[in-house]
């Protein structure tokens, strides 16, 4: 998996090579307990540093090359469904006469892509194709048919092939997130039952953590287990 990328490319409607720095993630749980756009930022933070060597030398900051980290979310919140939001840096003239070029401030860019129901049109066709390349429940023969038919995509054997990948990976994804979900309901419980003083033997039954985990749990709660 590719998840840093870097390549050049042209300029519409001329031959201008660009360099394109991106990192690209896909986020399963788009709440995660911190804001999203903040982490993007992190890593656009750290794709600029990494720049130093590379793309540019001693103090040949004009050198460096914009970068982006893309976050797609498969299943946002309902109402964050089907949006498309940006984040980028903007010069504000307080007093006095712009001089600087946007290429020179306009560093680095955050954008969060929340999917929506492949069923559903949306208002954007970029959205509608996203929604039914990444959906989570659609199969990958379906994907295949509304991709040729619904957006003439040619559905040669290496591009069948990456669709494939997409599903197995959304699978993988899904059942990655229930497990997430079982492990802190049952980290939930385990505590509840260690403060209620229940005993070793009930809690293992009711939780499947090993004795040993359990002692673990208990003394980051500051309690003792019940024998």
Not at 35 to 51: D, K, N
Not at 121 to 149: A, C, G, P, V
């Amino acid at each position: 998996m590719y998840y840093d990328i870097r390549f050049k490319a042209y300029i519409p409607n001329t031959e201008e090579p660009v360099q394109l720095i991106i990192n690209l993630e896909i986020q399963l749980n788009d709440t995660p307990g911190y804001p999203l756009v903040t982490r993007g930022f992190y890593y656009c933070a750290r794709m600029i540093s990494e720049q130093y060597g590379t793309i540019f030398t001693g103090e040949h900051y004009e050198k460096l090359q914009k970068v982006y980290s893309i976050w797609i979310c498969p299943d946002p919140a309902k109402k964050r469904r089907n949006g498309i939001f940006r984040y980028h840096t903007v010069q504000d003239t307080v007093l006095g006469k712009p001089y600087e070029t946007l290429g020179s401030y306009d560093l680095m860019e955050v954008v969060i892509v929340n999917l929506g129901d492949a069923d559903k049109e949306s208002d954007l066709e970029i959205l509608d194709l996203l929604n039914t390349l990444f959906s989570l429940s659609t199969s990958s023969e379906t994907k295949k048919k509304r991709l040729q038919k619904d957006f003439g995509i040619a559905m040669t054997e290496e591009f069948e092939s990456e669709v494939q990948d997409m599903y197995n990976l959304g699978k993988a994804l899904v059942e990655q997130g229930i497990e997430q979900g079982v492990e802190k309901k049952n980290l939930s419980l385990a505590k509840m039952m260690i403060k209620d003083k229940e005993s070793l033997d009930k809690i293992e039954k009711y939780t499947g953590f090993s004795a040993d985990k359990l002692k673990e749990i208990a003394a980051s709660i500051g309690t003792n287990l019940t024998a």
